[in-house]
């Protein structure tokens, strides 16, 4: 029987004290055991930094995750929000931290873009991965009384009218923007042939689309669930090859797209550079065990998405490709510094 | 279904938590630079945990008594509690240095309290119609709003109109630090990636009021006696607040109606709505050479109109979906997390959740009037503890305050760099409430004004071309031209007595 099992039977208030037993009995179980045994615990509590704000997804995320791991580690996990900079700030608190397995923090795909636009020299090369929990994919939305009643007539529009169209969702150059400008590059469009009109997220983005503002918005769909389901906005497109399951008749626009153009953003959870593999190990251990409990289950069904869990390499693989896709991306926009 | 919605609102631990959180509320509102927002988020975490109804009683009673606590430590020490309590700071505090700051909180507790009940009767009322109007708010009407409460701050000002306007552009200049919101690009930050957020309230307030105040109590130690030796009783306190209200019953139907539709708007709230209405206030006012200098009119305008922006701010948040501000962008954010979808068929879909956002919106802001007063009471001794002995312990507390929220060493240098500022400002007979405000609402000009530019694509017209943004850019455009006309004629008799000391300049009391 593994150590890591032992721990998981064991109550939470008996969870300290055996912390404290395996922390004793380490430095011998690692001269004994492969470098890899995955045996390491926290002995007091980790911070884990949020570079989002409070009361969004990646929050919810990253705090519901944060409480299974306390019971699956047996120590607080303190949850900080360190908001500002379009996430440089939180991303380079992250980086920045120790890699001694106490800093740990939800890094999302900006880390992927942010040093294409130049706002930051930080890559996904500065972080540890430990494992990826989140994905939602953009949807294209208009309003119900819009000319465009199907994603081929809004890009043929935009393709007969370079411009005239606009569109919002994030700031300028964020995710949400990318998903739009990305598909009309990879469907042979200009990337500004439909005009990005910056906003301070999904909320003031959606109030811009139902007043008349800008013709489309492209913010994750589940971030527009509530007006699509009452039928305040219509979605054209999502951006994905597997169906919302809260809305399975949105089509998918790697089937109706030739490109087959997707998009998602991501949350991971990851740790700074250099961590130890035995701790990584022991993280992505303890993630994997959380995201499959019935309370995380049910965390997710209430957000209407479903458990994703992706380990270490998967993470570092996606990290690595989503680099180099949406670094094309920028660079076809025109705002690669 | 109206006893499902009593029993709900009405269960020991939603009164419980309604109680809690109208202490909770006023302790924050009354701590120095620690905004109703603030309060709203350090809740978040708890009410990840709580069931929905509990958690929307829990945000709606802390808004709705920070929003008021706020104005505590503005009448006693001159350092608004939140930006929607910057507007009448100075009304306020000159009152309580005559001896009234009992009455004059009083004054602001009931005007909060009857401006609460009218902004959520308002929204139980008229919420869709109230979001029909919201929804006609792109960028360009916002635009014009933020242009609107600025002017306002202008207007309301007593010092000389070029100081004044000079305050207000030394504010949208640090507000434009930061990451800018249009193309993403860092402006004013030397490369420090603390200030790509630019430069948050809270940290400025504490400055530009707390520390700049210290430093002024440093430089004649001896003129400042500790004012409020005398306390009104609380009887006296109470029927002079209540004479207070019942001679400006006009101002208080008018504030709290227009503070409601100022809340429903999205991208104005309560500071904007406090600031408009004390304008409109002094414009209408038999007595406006008094506002600015310990007159109590403009309190009672501004703190009926602030928290009722609170009720009026879930008109598009219920009606939409969509947040009408930051309080209830994180509520819609705690309803998605309990499967409740705001938006038209809330009011058919669960119905006791609407009613019991009414109802605690109701209670609370009768319960905050026990509370309040006790914390009027109580608190008003802290004027008998010498200046400089009690601003030091509210900067320290500031300081550790500002520092723990935002986890970063760069809000004490900011704190002591406006403190500074503040302190050479007012030294020279700058107004600082003008440059507040700019902080707090330049952001919002300055990303509405980018956004309608792309989208116009450079075209000026186009900030005319829809009915509403035309008729707000008319009014802006009528204030300044007013404007421009006084600053005339100050400058005509100015140079008339030119002999004569100038009287409105650092006359401080």
């Known amino acids: 029987m593994s150590m890591s099992r032992l721990t998981a039977v064991v109550t939470r208030s008996q969870a300290a004290l055996v912390a404290l037993l395996i922390a004793s009995l380490a430095p011998s179980a690692g001269a004994d055991e492969a470098p890899t045994a995955c045996t390491w615990k926290p002995e007091r509590a980790v911070t884990v930094i949020v570079p989002w704000g409070t009361g969004g997804g990646t929050d919810a995320n990253a705090r519901r995750l944060a409480n299974l791991l306390e019971q699956e580690m047996g120590v607080p996990f303190n949850v900080v929000n360190r908001t500002g900079g379009n996430g440089v700030v939180g991303h380079t608190v992250l980086a920045r931290g120790r890699p001694d397995g106490y800093t740990i923090g939800a890094a999302t795909v900006e880390i992927d873009t942010m040093h294409w636009i130049g706002l930051t020299p930080l890559t996904y090369e500065d972080l540890t991965p430990l494992a990826l929990i989140d994905r939602s994919a953009a949807g294209v939305l208009v309003k119900p009384d819009s000319p465009y009643q199907t994603l081929d007539q809004l890009l043929d529009a935009a393709r007969a009218d370079p411009g005239k169209l606009t569109a919002s969702g994030t700031a300028q150059g964020g995710i949400w923007h990318l998903a739009l400008a990305g598909m009309l590059h990879a469907e042979g469009l200009d990337p500004n042939a439909i005009r990005w009109v910056p906003s301070q997220g999904a909320g003031p983005a959606l109030q811009e689309l139902m007043a008349g503002g800008v013709d489309v918005a492209t913010p994750a769909l589940s971030e527009a669930l509530p007006q699509v389901e009452q039928g305040q906005l219509e979605a054209l497109a999502y951006m994905s090859d597997k169906p919302m399951a809260e809305l399975p008749d949105v089509p998918l626009t790697a089937d109706v797209l030739d490109s087959g153009w997707k998009l998602s953003a991501f949350v991971t959870m990851s740790a700074p550079a250099g961590l130890p593999d035995e701790i990584a190990c022991a993280y992505e251990q303890a993630i994997d065990r959380a995201v499959h409990t019935a309370e995380w289950a049910e965390f997710r069904r209430s957000r209407g998405a479903p458990v994703i869990f992706e380990d270490r390499a998967e993470t570092a693989a996606t990290l690595e490709r989503t680099d180099r896709q949406l670094g094309q991306v920028i660079q076809a926009i025109g705002l690669a510094q | ?509």
């Open chain 2, 1 to 509: 279904m109206l006893s499902d919605t009593l029993s709900t609102l009405f269960d020991p631990g939603n009164l419980a938590i309604i109680a809690a959180c109208t202490l909770y509320g006023t302790f924050v509102g009354a701590m120095p630079g620690l905004t109703a927002t603030m309060a709203v988020a350090l809740l978040v975490p708890f009410t990840y945990f709580m069931d929905p109804l509990l958690a929307i009683s829990a945000i709606v009673a802390t808004t709705s008594t920070a929003i008021f606590a706020g104005d505590i430590p503005g009448a006693l020490l001159r350092i608004p509690g939140t930006p929607a309590s910057a507007a009448y700071v100075e009304d306020a505090h000159r009152l309580s240095q005559a001896g009234r700051s009992r009455s004059t909180l009083a004054v602001s507790l009931f005007a909060s309290s009857f401006g609460g009940l009218v902004g959520v009767i308002l929204l139980a009322l008229l919420a869709p119609q109230l979001a029909r109007i919201a929804l006609q708010f792109t960028s360009f009407e916002t635009f014009w709003l933020a242009c609107l409460g600025l002017s306002c701050a202008v207007m309301t000002s007593n010092a000389p109109l070029a100081k004044s306007f000079a305050s207000l552009f030394i504010g949208l200049f640090i507000a434009s630090i930061g990451i800018d919101v249009a193309v993403g690009y860092p402006r004013f930050t030397f490369g420090n990636y603390e200030l790509f957020d630019g430069i948050s309230f809270i940290p400025a307030i504490i400055g530009l009021f707390a520390f700049s105040e210290m430093l002024r109590g440093l430089r004649n130690p001896r003129r400042e006696r500790p004012a409020g030796r005398t306390q009104e009783g609380p009887g006296l306190a109470i029927r002079r607040a209540a004479g207070t209200l019942l001679r400006f019953r006009r101002n208080l139907a008018r504030s709290s109606v227009l503070g409601t539709l100022i809340g429903a708007l999205p991208g104005a709230g309560a500071d904007i709505a406090a600031w408009i209405c004390y304008a409109v206030s002094r414009r209408r006012s038999r007595h406006p050479e008094r506002y600015g200098k310990g007159y109590v009119e403009g309190v009672v305008d501004g703190g009926a109109a602030n928290n009722a922006a609170i009720g009026g701010a879930w008109t598009p948040a219920l009606v939409f979906g969509i947040p009408g501000d930051s309080v209830t962008a994180i509520a819609i954010g705690i309803l998605l997390l309990n499967g409740m979808s705001p938006g038209p068929q809330i009011f058919t879909d669960s119905p006791v959740l609407v009613h019991t956002l009414y109802g605690a919106f109701a209670l609370t802001n009768l319960l905050m009037i026990p509370a309040g007063l006790a914390v009027i009471f109580v608190s008003s001794w802290i004027l008998r503890v010498p200046r400089r002995v009690l601003m030091p312990i509210v900067l320290l507390f500031s300081l550790v305050g500002a520092y723990a929220i935002t986890n970063s060493v760069m809000a004490i240098w900011i704190v002591l760099a406006l403190g500074l500022l503040g302190y050479a400002m007012e030294a020279n007979g700058f107004p600082l409430a003008p440059t507040i405000l700019a902080i707090v609402l330049g952001r919002i000009l300055e990303d509405n004004f980018m956004t309608s530019m792309i989208k116009s694509q450079g075209d000026m017209t186009a900030f005319f071309e829809r009915p509403w943004a035309a008729g707000l850019g008319v009014v802006t455009l009528g204030v300044w031209l007013w404007l421009v006309g006084r600053g005339l004629t100050q400058n005509h008799r100015a140079r008339h007595h030119a002999a004569a000391p100038h009287a409105s300049q650092g006359d401080r009391a």
